[in-house]
């Protein structure tokens, strides 16, 4: 990401206080930036010290996904070794989370010694939210936005990392922000990663659900914690010209909206 480098962060929080490597994502490395940013500012607030290993890569879900086992493990050895030595490792981003927690152990199940150290690694992944709340014990956050706003659930954050209460109770604490729920806010949004590209058609069909659920709220903005989501509604709402801009949730938590909303005119 430009401007972050490796080691600490512009602050300087107590010795005490824990170590996070902050796994930036691709897509947040390559797309939006700023919610790097925000999730730098959230955890500091939390009391973090927030490192960004600047030799950090993919996770490997896509590779997993396709069924490549071989580079997914050569994926994930570089991603333990970059990051075990921290207290905590961080990701904005609950499909990538999940990966790194929920999958890495399996990878290495007939490789004893490196499935010791994935399952060490993945007991320190958090995805940010869940982190804040479930971890550092965060109940509100100093941010305003005078916004209606819908939040979408995540499949994996969802269903792997059981994150569903965490950023709504942190959201309600934004002054001014008006949550409103949205209709199957937990049915899949039709990103699934190459899901979207192996099956177009299914794809298409699922986000246009999606997106006349988001403007049956009247919301103004949508929310939610996985960029590749956020991308695929805002990519389909646009082509529908509903009027609602999109964020990633920490960007709002962070009281980091001043730049364009996702796919907005810089």
Not at 6 to 19: C, E, I, K, W, Y
Not at 68 to 76: E, F, G, L, V, W
Not at 161 to 186: C, F, H, Y
């Amino acid at each position: 990401m430009n401007g972050m480098t490796d080691g600490l962060s512009s602050t300087s929080p107590s010795a005490t206080a824990p170590t996070v490597a902050l796994f930036v994502t691709c897509l947040v490395d390559l797309f939006r930036p700023s919610v790097g940013f925000a999730a730098i500012k959230l955890l500091e607030d939390a009391g973090c010290r927030v490192v960004v290993p600047a030799s950090q890569t993919c996770c490997g879900q896509p590779a997993y996904n396709s069924g490549d086992r071989a580079d997914t493990q050569a994926i994930a050895r570089q991603v333990i070794e970059t990051f075990e030595g921290h207290d905590y490792v961080v990701a904005p981003s609950g499909s990538c989370a999940s990966t790194l927690k929920k999958h890495y152990p399996e990878l290495f199940a007939d490789e004893p010694e490196w499935h010791e150290r994935a399952t060490r690694f993945s007991a320190k992944v958090f995805e940010l939210v869940s982190f804040l709340t479930d971890v550092r014990g965060v109940t509100a956050v100093d941010a305003a936005l005078s916004a209606t706003v819908t939040y979408h659930d995540s499949c994996s954050g969802l269903r792997e990392l059981g994150i569903r209460e965490q950023p709504r109770r942190l959201l309600k604490s934004v002054e001014g922000l008006t949550l409103k729920e949205l209709p199957e806010a937990d049915v899949c949004c039709g990103f699934g990663g190459t899901f979207c590209i192996k099956y177009p058609d299914v794809s298409n069909a699922i986000v246009g659900k999606k997106a006349k659920h988001v403007a049956s709220t009247g919301a103004a903005l949508l929310l939610a914690g996985d960029l590749g989501c956020l991308m695929n509604m805002d990519g389909k709402m646009k082509r529908e010209n509903v009027g609602v801009e999109v964020r990633h949730v920490a960007e709002v938590l962070a009281g980091m909206t001043d730049k364009p909303p996702i796919g907005g005119k810089l």
